[in-house]
């Protein structure tokens, strides 16, 4: 790691290439290439990291400095250089070798000159990258099949190209002290509450480690807070129409170096349960898959109990519904049963993470076969428990964002456990403190239950019927727009 005092460019070239060799190491590292050259009777260094370079690029302004004559550079060497005799667009000056070093790292090139106290850098850099494809965790059946990918410029791209507006402000940082991640805050400025972009950035700017290995996922705990809250208070998105979208109604979008995942700030509890497919179907038909989305995502987190409750009480169903309680509970007692199956789920859902394509059918044989009617067979479970747990499941896989169906199948654990131990007063007082926990949430400052606590009922109608775009003339009032009306 360079040195975080400034260190003056010398106008001995020997000076410079010494500091610049031993600090990055380059008879240590094989991807760090010095080149010693000389072009027009003048001393001159290049410092690269292989694989960063474009290859054809700095060959041809090589090309071009070897047919340099002394006379050409005698004086205003620096000038004539950076406005003549290097013609490329991303070129700069640099008067600290400590920042050189970091430049070097993170992919341009440096150019030292013998006699001038700067050094060239020309970004001329290229990494590997995968095309923009559809993300997996947000398919949609009609629509845009480009996502974002782990570079950034890419991903700023893809964000103009969809966000034709000038105020559109794309402001770059660095986090980390040794990893010098690249971040980029997108918000528009005619849209965006300024006090919000200063909250972010402020977040942002005091976040003090050596580096983020994982990414946005680290960036998150550092900036959202709350880290045993297993509920987030970001959204996380690989589409640029999504991105774009909350954009225009005045969210902070947080773009990270390495990850296809952009951050959406600040969100509430709603913005995880809504789909980009809502949108691309007429309003009647989105309104439509935005209940049924509802309806499994509140199936997911109260079906299971809510079945315990009445399996154990029996009394608490109505006449006409007895026939839901279990006519045998089989050899094991029934909430240790809705136990194991839960855990088996997520072993399941990890095996699968880990399997590879071609044996997952094998995967999903077995625990169709050996896991389920096995186990059924030999009295390990009854039917009515892998019904439910299966329809419960199926409701945690329509939840649109990931990490809510993770946090909701927590607290649907939370409240069987609460419904085993005290019953009826369990689960009621289980869904009180659910509530009450999410009341007391804020994602920057704004509450995670907004528009239902506080109450406004114009955004309350808004997120549960998906009304026709043309009626949505007001952006969310909850962020504070500088432009309320769209």
């Not at 290859?55 to 205003?76: A, N, R, V, W």
């Not at 009854?382 to 939840?399: D, H």
Request: glycine letters at 6%.
């Amino acid at each position: 790691m360079s040195n975080e005092k400034k260190k003056p460019v010398s106008t001995q070239i020997e000076e410079n290439t010494n500091y610049l060799r031993d600090t990055l190491a380059v008879d240590k590292s094989f991807d760090v290439i010095q080149l010693d050259l000389e072009y027009a009777e003048r001393k001159m260094a290049m410092f690269l990291v292989d694989g960063f370079v474009k290859d054809d690029i700095m060959h041809y302004l090589m090309k071009l400095l070897s047919g340099l004559s002394p006379e050409q550079l005698e004086e205003d060497t620096l000038e004539k250089l950076l406005k003549t005799y290097i013609p490329y667009i991303e070129i700069e000056q640099v008067d600290d070798l400590n920042q050189v070093i970091d430049l070097v790292l993170a992919g341009p090139t440096a150019l030292v000159v013998d006699g001038i106290d700067k050094v060239i850098m020309i970004d001329a850099r290229t990494y590997p990258v995968r095309g923009p494809q559809e993300p997996d965790l947000e398919r949609v059946v009609r629509g845009s099949r480009d996502g974002y990918v782990e570079t950034i410029v890419f991903n700023t791209a893809l964000t103009r190209r969809r966000v034709r507006d000038p105020s559109l402000r794309m402001e770059y940082m660095q986090i980390g002290r040794r990893s010098k991640t690249d971040i980029v805050v997108s918000y528009i400025e005619d849209i965006a509450d300024p006090k919000l972009v200063h909250k972010i950035k402020d977040a942002l700017s005091k976040i003090d480690t050596d580096g983020l290995p994982m990414g946005e996922k680290t960036l998150e705990e550092y900036i959202a807070g709350r880290h045993w809250n297993p509920y987030p208070l970001v959204r996380y998105t690989e589409r640029p129409d999504t991105a774009a979208s909350h954009l225009y109604e005045g969210h902070v979008l947080i773009m990270v170096d390495g990850s296809p995942s952009v951050l959406i700030t600040p969100t509430t509890f709603w913005h995880h349960l809504q789909h980009a497919e809502e949108y691309r179907n007429k309003p009647s038909v989105g309104a439509y898959l935005r209940f049924v989305r509802f309806i499994a995502v509140w199936t997911s987190i109260f079906l299971l109990p809510l079945y315990y409750l009445f399996a154990i009480h029996p009394e608490l169903l109505p006449e006409p519904m007895a026939y839901i309680g279990p006519n045998d509970v089989g050899e094991v007692p029934l909430f240790l049963q809705f136990l194991i199956i839960e855990i088996g789920i997520d072993i399941l859902r990890m095996a699968a993470i880990h399997t590879p394509s071609s044996l997952a059918t094998a995967l999903g044989l077995v625990a169709a076969l050996m896991i389920g009617q096995v186990a059924v067979e030999v009295g390990l479970f009854i039917n009515e428990v892998i019904l439910y747990l299966a329809i419960a499941a199926i409701g945690t896989f329509s939840t649109p964002s990931y990490e809510m169906s993770l946090a909701n199948r927590l607290v649907r654990i939370f409240l069987l456990i609460c419904t085993a131990l005290f019953g009826a007063y369990g689960f009621v007082v289980g869904v009180f403190l659910w509530i009450i926990m999410l009341s007391r949430m804020s994602s920057f400052g704004i509450p995670y239950m907004w528009p239902f606590i506080p109450f406004n009922l114009r955004a309350f109608r808004d997120v549960f019927i998906r009304s026709p775009i043309p009626l949505k003339n007001r952006r969310p009032r909850f962020l504070h727009p500088k432009d309320p009306d769209r």
